[in-house]
């Protein structure tokens, strides 16, 4: 394959107030730069789109710089090396990196990694087997200290990183595992992942509808991915010295005001619970571990995964929209070649 002279790529037109939209977001093609010494040149075949992303969006302080306007997104892709000055990788290796959102990319090697399309399809490696499975696992394992027997509940459990953590929490022996979803397809999906119990959240008051799913005996473990009404509830049901891992907020990523906090936030007081938010590139450290585990969970069928598939770089705008919607089961993956 020749060098391309250009790229396409999707750039930051205007920063989203409220729910992102098509006009946020903008498609353009711009020169691909000649590779310096150490790097390879990507030609991307399948990017993520992620929740977090909503907050880069907003030109507001937080553990990640916000997306420059005028400039293209970043997220995590998967490509071929196209062209190498780099001693780490060659031509027609298949590597993960971070720079999606682009037919093209010029990435230093060293932020590059190899992956084995042998163990499982390119496409794993930016859900089950890549941050998001590690999301799932560390925030379950190593922020909640969960333990062999525990109740856990988890939020938008249909997702990416909640149909993992539930998976992994019945893989380690958890007493009972819950979740909730925003549809009767979903709820019936969580129940053939192996979820002991499931509700739709839109079908009452998340609180009445964990009371019920937890059989009277309450939980252990929440790991959240939506707080709002879900967090509120989770605490009332939480068992004393019951642990929380905060993983996400969605259900306030668009807000155009500040949620209130929880408003029993105060039993957390008398039930001495622990509130822990974390943010999974801060446990990297493990991923070689959880690499390891997850593999063999796969291999042995013990832990499965959807994927929710969007073909075209011109539709990943609109994927990113869909995703936030909850239009997708799994993981969310644009299909650029």
Same mark, same amino acid.
């Given at each position: ?21 098509? !006009?946020? =977001? /903008? ?28 907050? /880069? ?9 916000? =997306?420059?306007? *005028? ?11 196209? !062209? @190498?000055? @780099? ?6 290796? #298949? ?7 682009? *037919? ?6 060293? $932020? ?22 590690? #999301? ?20 938008? %459990? ?21 979740? @909730?979803?925003?549809?009767? !397809? ?16 839109? *079908? ?51 807000? #155009? ?8 936030? =105060?039993? %957390? ?6 509130? $822990? ?7 990297? &450290? ?21 994927? #929710? ?8 705008? /609109? ?9 997708? &089961? ?8």
């Amino acid at each position: 394959m020749s060098y391309p002279g250009k790229s396409r790529e999707i750039q930051l037109a205007s920063r989203p107030k409220g729910w992102p939209a098509d !006009e946020n =977001f /903008r498609l353009t093609e711009v020169p691909v730069p000649e590779l310096q010494d150490g790097q390879v040149l990507v030609r991307n075949t399948l990017m993520s789109v992620d929740p977090y992303m909503r907050g /880069r969006m907003n030109d507001a302080k937080s553990y990640v710089p916000p =997306f420059q306007l *005028d400039q293209p997104l970043e997220g995590g892709a998967v490509g071929e090396v196209v !062209e @190498s000055r @780099s001693e780490a990788h060659k031509p027609e290796d #298949t590597v993960l990196h971070s720079f999606g959102w682009r *037919d093209y990319a010029v990435v230093d090697g060293k $932020r590059a990694r190899g992956i084995d399309t042998g163990l499982a399809p390119a496409s794993a490696y930016l859900g089950a087997l890549g941050l998001t499975g590690l #999301t799932a696992w560390a925030g379950l394992t190593k922020v909640a200290g969960f333990k062999e027997g525990d109740a856990v509940f988890v939020s938008g %459990a249909a997702g990416a990183v909640g149909s993992l953590a539930g998976q992994i929490a019945k893989v380690l022996g958890a007493g009972r595992v819950i979740g @909730s979803a925003g549809s009767p !397809e979903k709820v019936e999906r969580l129940l053939e992942l192996g979820f002991d119990a499931a509700f739709n959240y839109h *079908d009452g008051p998340v609180k009445e509808q964990l009371k019920e799913a937890a059989a009277g005996d309450g939980i252990d473990v929440y790991f959240d991915n939506v707080g709002g009404e879900h967090l509120e509830a989770a605490i009332s049901v939480l068992n004393k010295y019951g642990r929380v891992a905060m993983c996400g907020a969605i259900s306030a990523y668009n807000s #155009t005001e500040p949620q209130c906090a929880p408003r029993n936030l =105060f039993q %957390a007081i008398g039930k001495e619970l622990t509130l $822990r938010g974390f943010i999974a590139n801060s446990y990297n &450290r493990y991923a070689g571990e959880f690499a390891g585990l997850m593999a063999g969970w796969l291999r042995d069928g013990k832990v499965s995964y959807d994927e #929710t598939f969007v073909d075209g770089l011109e539709n990943a705008p /609109r994927a990113f929209i869909d995703m936030m919607k909850g239009a997708n &089961r799994g993981k969310m993956i644009v299909r650029l070649a």
